[in-house]
């Protein structure tokens, strides 16, 4: 099967993405072109580490590292400050140096934890990816967005800071649990939802392919995704405007995650939920047609993604929201579908009128 190698051009900090199958092998290689030093940190977590980390640990000592390996717990109710202060103090005791690597290994948390240890830590040494969720191997790892939760709303804490390479290789989802792969997906349909309409047409016609794990249709929808995604942070790398499109799904998304503690609802379903809501948004506020938001929920139900927004109050959701990175001083920049395949971003004062038409505290 080939690689694809995709480029992310950001002039100093530019870097490559490689997709294909069996390739995580090349992780030794990759890094000795990303850094000068000699010791790398390899970020696991409890999950991820005893499946994949040896591998990665004996490419990279073939290529002359000294490996440090770093377990983290699993789970998003990890991806906080106590976590990361975990982090340094191995960092600090391993004796990493500005010009060592840190690798995160494993999926979204690993990503974003291990990532803000690798921007802060020293003010910021390397890092690359390893991601091994399909969330991550297509959204999560590249881009450069890492950070942490706070107790009061998701990635609250974070910095931007490019990876030096990302290495995808699709056969580490065949590990994957089903809940999980599912997730993926939804971060996948988003990039057709507000990006690619042929794409979304793809995946229209691909569904059986995709749940079925096809490595193929896998690199294919992989590669589209990162494409679309550098595109974007090429143009707008900190969010100043355009990449606040990749948060489609997510304002609500992200409340829900709050709301249900982290643990309840997993980053890619709140984003499924989200997205139904923001396509019901559009449909009202004259963006899209019935028939464009039937096509979203419909895909949305036909991977096995949740669309019910769970039932809290209006004034909690109220708050979460208000906290979201897109609210201010008036209103909540909302990311609105046009059609399929295109986006507006929308800022909306009246919250109580996205709630009634979202079903917000019915
Ligand atoms: N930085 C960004 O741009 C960005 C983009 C999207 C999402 N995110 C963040 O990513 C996180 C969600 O990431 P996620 O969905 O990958 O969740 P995750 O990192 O929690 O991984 C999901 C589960 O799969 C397990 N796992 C990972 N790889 C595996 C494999 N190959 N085989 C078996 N098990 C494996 C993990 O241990 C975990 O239990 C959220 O915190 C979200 O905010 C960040
Ligand atoms: O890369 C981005 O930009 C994204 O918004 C990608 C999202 O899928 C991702 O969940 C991101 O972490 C959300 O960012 P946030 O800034 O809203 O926390
Ligand atoms: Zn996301």
Known sequence: MTIETLRVELGERSYDIRVGSAIIGTIGAVCRDAVAGRR??????????????GGVADSLTAAGFNV?????????????????NRVYDRLVNGGLTRDSLVVA????????????????????IPFVQV?????????????????????????????????????????????????EYLGGLA????????LDGEFFAFLEQNVSALLGRDRQTLVRAITRCCALKAWVVEQDEREAGLRAVLNYGHTFGHAVEALTGYTAVLHG????????????LAEARGYSSAGDTRRIRALVEAVGLPTGLPSFDA????????????????????????????HEIVRIENLSEVFGICGVGE
């Open 315 to 342: 004034d909690s959701y109220r708050d979460v929201l208000l906290r979201d990175k897109k609210a201010r001083d008036r209103g909540l920049d909302f990311v609105l579908n046009r059609g399929i395949g295109s």
């Open 131 to 179: 991601p091994t969720t399909l969330l991550a191997q297509v959204d999560s790892s590249v881009g450069g967005k890492t950070g942490i939760n706070h107790p009061l709303g998701k990635n609250l804490i974070g910095a931007f800071h490019q990876p030096r390479a990302v290495l995808i290789d699709v056969d580490t989802l065949a590990t994957l649990p089903r809940r």
């Open 269 to 280: 379903e709140a984003v499924a939920i989200g997205m139904v809501r923001a396509a019901v």
């Open 105 to 124: 290994l494993g999926g979204g948390v690993v990503g974003d934890l291990a990532g803000y240890a690798a921007a802060t830590y020293l003010r910021g």
């Open 40 to 53: 790398v940190a390899v970020v696991t977590n409890t999950t991820v580490g005893p499946l994949y980390a």
């Open 68 to 84: 440090l390996r770093i377990e983290i717990p699993d789970g998003e109710e990890h991806k906080t400050s106590a976590t990361l």
């Open 187 to 194: 971060e996948v349909i988003k990039y057709g939802v507000v």
